[in-house]
């Protein structure tokens, strides 16, 4: 039976539901009334790839550099409890949102390069690809898996064990190195070097 309490916070949790959706609703609305008035494009296709691509690029880059930020801080205050909530919350949004997004970037890229027919061979594309080929990888090899040990360790041995901390250190390097990655990506995608 639903108390006072459950029933206050089923309706916070609704209205919170319904004022993110109408958020995201005026976004993608305004978002596509710019699409197709803008003359900077050739095509409202391209225009509408660009605008996921780089809104993806926002999410996945941004997301990510503001892990590498709150894991710094919390490497600093060496608190191994917020360490372990860190790389929790960083294997989550790496799988359930990271790379859902990476690969809606990849397509979107892929989109705007065959729609403007494009050279695959041009340098910031192939450093595109490359970049992509490579945080996929470390994603699929490394981060996965360890992340998963992670989880398994702060389980058995709890987040203070000096395992679980080394694997913890470990993994948020691997992720910052990989964050680095994808910051040179975006550079190359703006300032298109070597054309
Ligand atoms: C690691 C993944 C990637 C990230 C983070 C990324 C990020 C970005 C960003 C921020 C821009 C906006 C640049 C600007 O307008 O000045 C951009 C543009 C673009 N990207 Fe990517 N990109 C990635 C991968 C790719 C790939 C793999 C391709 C091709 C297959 C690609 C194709 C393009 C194209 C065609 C543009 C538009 C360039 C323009 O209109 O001047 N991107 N990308």
């Not at 319904?18 to 009334?33: F, I, K, Q, S, Y």
């Not at 949102?97 to 890229?109: E, R, S």
């Not at 340098?123 to 699929?140: D, H, M, P, R």
Request: glycine content about 10%.
């Amino acid at each position: 039976m639903d108390t006072p309490h459950s029933a206050e916070a089923a309706a916070d949790r609704r209205a919170s539901n319904t004022v993110t959706a109408v958020v995201g609703l005026a976004v993608v609305a305004l978002a596509l009334v710019f699409i197709f008035n803008t003359n900077v494009f050739t095509s409202n296709w391209y225009a509408f790839f660009k605008w996921v691509h780089v809104t993806g690029a926002v999410i996945w880059v941004g997301g990510g550099l503001t892990l590498t930020i709150l894991a710094l801080r919390a490497e600093r205050s060496s608190d191994p409890t917020e360490m372990a909530l860190i790389a929790r919350q960083a294997a989550f949004v790496g799988e359930r949102i990271f790379a859902p997004v990476g690969l809606l970037v990849l397509g979107m890229g892929i989109g705007m390069v065959v729609n403007l027919n494009l050279d695959w061979g041009t340098s910031w594309i192939l450093i595109g690809l490359i970049g992509y080929a490579i945080t996929f990888l470390t994603g699929l090899l490394v981060l996965g898996p360890q992340s998963k040990r992670v989880g398994q360790l702060i389980d058995t041995q709890g987040p203070d064990a000096a395992e679980t901390q080394a694997a913890i250190r470990r993994i948020l390097l691997i992720a910052r190195v990989d964050e680095g990655m994808l910051l040179l990506v975006v550079a190359a995608m703006i300032l298109k070097p070597f054309t």
